[in-house]
């Protein structure tokens, strides 16, 4: 099992259906949700130099996560954009790469899973879900700098 090479690029944030209504069905207060609507979103998928490991890089105006060198499958440690230490697990299957975090603060109410798949425009698409309501995310793909 492994990451198809058509994930591998960086991708802005170019549009978001039910954003705000995703982030306020998980509490975030209205004022929280205008500054993280307004801060732009890159993200980077990459081959890591080790083979079957994998690196995603998600750089904000605000705070960047870089996951370095991790596995399909396998847990690892590292602080997420809300500044809190998470365990993560990727996995890929079904033509869609996930992207499990747990905050360690408070794992029996923090599990969030984000849905990764490639649209016929070729753009990065981000499915969450939160009560019911499902939000999605494009990303469109742009040149390395």
């Known amino acids: 099992m492994s990451v198809p090479d058509k994930f591998f690029g960086r991708y802005q944030l170019d549009k978001s259906e039910n954003f705000d209504e ?8 209205w ?5 993280i609507k307004l801060a732009g979103l890159t993200k980077i998928i990459s081959q890591n130099q080790e083979a079957g490991k994998y690196n995603m890089e998600n750089l904000t105006s605000k705070k960047n996560t870089n996951y370095q060198a991790w596995e399909l499958g396998k847990k690892f440690e590292a602080p997420g954009l809300d500044g809190n230490q998470h365990e993560i697990t990727f996995d890929f299957k079904d033509e869609i790469l996930s992207e499990h975090h747990i905050r360690l ?19 990065l698409v981000m499915r969450m879900e939160n009560n019911g309501i499902v ?9 390395q700098k």
């Open 105 to 123: 603060n408070e794992p029996e109410t923090s599990a969030e899973t984000y849905f990764y798949t490639i649209d016929d425009q070729n753009q």
């Open 22 to 29: 995703f982030l306020s069905s998980k509490g975030v207060n």
């Open 135 to 143: 939000c999605r995310r494009w990303f469109k793909r742009v040149e």
């Open 31 to 35: 004022f929280v949700r205008q500054m």
